[in-house]
């Protein structure tokens, strides 16, 4: 999860992200993501896998398929 919201915080356009936790290791794990680096190669493996979906502006992501 700390790869999945360092990907997220990373992305143009997103300024904050909502997260809980339900346990104090949670809420340490969502910390330390912001020290996780995403490098060149991770970030471009990373956006093909979200290839399917379309920015829907306002409206949020699509999937396509």
């Known amino acids: 999860s700390q790869l999945a919201l ?3 915080l990373a992305r ?13 290791e949670q809420v340490l794990g969502n910390i330390n993501a912001l020290n996780v ?10 956006e093909q ?4 979906f379309i920015d829907g502006g306002r409206f949020g992501w ?3 398929d």
């Open 6 to 8: 360092a990907w997220l």
């Open 12 to 24: 143009p356009g997103v300024s904050s992200a909502i997260v809980g936790a339900s346990r104090p």
């Open 37 to 46: 680096r995403i490098g060149h190669d991770l970030a471009v493996a990373l």
């Open 49 to 52: 896998l979200s290839a399917p």
């Open 62 to 64: 699509y999937r396509l």
